[in-house]
């Protein structure tokens, strides 16, 4: 048997294709576009394994997806491919349509042409698992309940806004064509392999370089946080046993103020490589203007996967922010190839103004 992942060599996706191969042994076909944040050397461990095939290409490439699904013949597919990044939806709205949207619906539309092709037994058994963001609800007020999967979609970024559009679509091809959708809706992830654009690895880096810790605005947005390794256990156990046409809220049950969190991070870099002037890492914080259209909170009820799947994380945020923390201290090599020339121009127009 095999699945196919789309976006396997970014953060999540990578995370997910290791996992895959070391707890259930079943080979991967990983496809992915390779833009800034797709990394091949996240999968370095697998050169050579007959069980992870990589093929570079784009979900929007409906000639490659729709061979790929028959010579491999696939049984399943996980969609991570997307951008992700509110920020960089700021600045440039299109390819997050193109790829959350339009990439979205192509996969889907060669996905329900291979399956209306299948015998009826493996019709039964396939399964088209979408991963998609707790930001498609919006923002939470401080004493607003968590997110339930019946909150009504109210998405405040281009990021969340593409990303609501393809939850759409994976519903309506289901209900419209039959299509056997599994769709997970996750907090703010976090771990090894995480590109550093996002708030976690940035002041990691940042910190061990001696550089400012940007913060938005007060530093009091509230978010889940759940550790990667998490998210993917989660995500197996949807595409395992989920009922079909469901959306299951995948979260870390640990909501943190940003503040807060790069606080954690300075204290356990304090601990683990103390500054050499003998200064904490904390009087690098720097606050900055905040983005626009800054959500306030996210907090997710996972209670609906816990209750009907038995699945609830393993790691609470302290351990799994010193894990992180530890990842990235024992990986500087893998930190040098990502923090490029790519990378240093986005930092560069995303901050350099703030």
């Known amino acids: 048997m095999t699945i196919l992942v789309t976006g396997g060599a970014g953060f999540i996706g990578s995370n997910f294709v290791l996992d895959w191969v070391a707890e259930t042994g079943e080979a991967v076909v990983n496809l992915d576009k390779l833009t800034y944040a797709g990394n091949p050397a996240n999968l370095a461990s697998l050169e050579g394994s007959p069980l992870h095939v990589f093929v570079r290409a784009d979900i ?27 920020d ?13 949207v339009v990439g979205t619906f192509r996969l889907l539309d060669e996905a329900r042409s291979y399956w209306g092709e299948l015998p009826h037994d493996k019709q039964r058994d396939f399964r088209f698992l979408h991963v998609s963001t707790d930001e498609v609800y919006g923002s939470l007020k401080p004493l607003d309940p968590a997110f339930k999967e019946t909150n009504p979609y109210e998405p405040n970024s281009p990021y969340s806004a593409s990303k609501a559009a393809s939850d759409h679509l994976v519903r309506a091809w289901h209900h419209t064509y039959g299509l056997p959708v599994l769709t997970t809706n996750c907090s703010n992830n976090y771990g090894p392999y995480h590109f550093p654009e996002k708030l976690i690895p940035l002041c990691i880096l940042n910190a061990l370089n001696d550089k400012p810790l940007p913060i938005y605005g007060d530093g009091q947005q509230v978010r889940d946080w759940l550790y990667v390794k998490d998210h993917c256990a989660a995500i197996r156990r949807v595409l395992e046993a989920g009922e079909v046409g469901e959306t299951y809220n995948v979260g870390g ?8 969190v790069v606080n954690a991070i300075c204290s356990i870099l304090d601990e683990l490589k103390p500054r050499r002037d003998g200064k904490p890492y904390a009087a690098q914080i720097t606050f900055v203007t905040d983005r626009p259209g800054h959500d306030r909170r996210y907090a997710i ?10 699945w609830k994380p393993s790691e609470t945020f302290e351990t799994g922010i010193r894990k992180t923390v530890q990842w990235y201290l024992d990986n500087t ?10 990378y240093r121009k986005w930092i560069d127009t995303n901050y350099g103004s703030r």
């Open 253 to 260: 049950w640990n909501e943190k103020a940003n503040l807060e």
């Open 60 to 86: 929007g490439d409906s000639d490659t997806v729709a061979k790929l699904l028959r010579k491999y013949n696939i049984r399943a597919v996980v969609n991570f491919a997307a951008e992700s990044h509110v």
């Open 301 to 310: 009820d996972a209670s609906k996967l816990e209750r009907e799947l038995g």
């Open 88 to 100: 960089r939806s700021i600045h440039g709205p299109g390819e997050f349509i193109q790829t959350n």
């Open 333 to 342: 090599e893998w930190v040098s190839t990502v923090t490029s020339g790519e």
